[in-house]
């Protein structure tokens, strides 16, 4: 089945500067990676997402590159803010007998610091 | 356009014990999941269903948990009996159209509920 592994598993950053986030995979079939964000005491939001065939989307201060030949993608984050302080997953959709289903990465804690 | 609605928020039980829990979708979405969050991981997939049948159950440890999804909408989760391995929080997730084939989308959670086993 699909591995996916996340780094690095916590992160600081000051206020205003960039945060990147590196995931890894396993499935070459994996074709949709999508990044969630976690706040304490809620459920994964998610934020942004990339297809296997576009290297690289952008929504205004987030965006996800894609890697195939090297099985990587990443997040990145401009201009931090407090408020993007969270846990954020990665994850891959792998196949598993009839159905795609997602694989989460360990989660990263992103801390930015005002 | 509401969320995907779970309840209860918070549960303490003692080992043995039964417990469920309960799952309303996003309207329209035909495809809902439940996972295991356990502290410090991220989610990992229990069983996944299409309308009102399951499409993969191979992760659901089926001696002790169950789900289903009556009428295709709202699903309930069970754990009977429930050990202390059991805590962690559980969330539900749907999905606004059919997999099919290579396709897979945007999946969309609750708040989760939260499993305390004593």
């Known amino acids: 089945g699909e591995n996916v592994e996340q780094h690095p598993s916590t992160l600081s950053v000051q206020e205003g500067d960039s945060a990147v986030i590196k995931c890894t995979y396993s499935?070459?079939?994996?074709?949709?990676f999508p990044w969630y964000k976690q706040e304490l005491g809620k459920g994964p939001q998610l934020i942004i997402d990339i297809r296997s065939n576009v290297g690289e989307k952008k929504d205004q201060r987030i965006a996800v590159t894609l890697n195939k030949t090297a099985k990587h993608f990443s997040l990145h984050i401009t201009e931090t803010q407090p408020e993007d302080s969270a846990v954020y997953f990665c994850a891959a959709s792998g196949s598993s007998g009839s159905a795609r289903q997602l694989t989460f990465g360990s989660g990263t804690q992103l801390t930015v610091l005002p | 356009e509401a969320g995907v609605a779970q309840s209860p928020r918070y549960k303490i039980i003692e080992k043995r014990q039964s417990v469920a829990f309960w799952c309303n979708p996003i309207?329209?979405?035909?495809?809902l999941y439940w996972y295991q969050q356990i502290l410090g991981q991220g989610p990992k997939l229990l069983i996944q269903?299409?309308?009102?049948?399951?499409?993969?159950d191979s992760q659901l440890p089926k001696d002790r948990f169950s789900a289903e999804r009556l009428k295709g909408v709202d699903s309930t989760l069970k754990i009977q009996p429930a050990k202390l391995e059991d805590s962690a929080v559980y969330l539900c997730?749907?999905?606004?159209?059919?997999?099919?084939?290579?396709?897979?989308?945007?999946?969309?959670f609750g708040p989760g509920t939260r499993l305390t086993v004593t």
């Open positions: 499935d070459s079939a994996s074709n949709y």
């Open positions: 997730a749907s999905s606004p159209i059919r997999l099919a084939g290579d396709r897979t989308y945007e999946q969309y």
């Open positions: 269903f299409q309308n009102n049948g399951v499409v993969d």
């Open positions: 309207s329209g979405h035909a495809t």
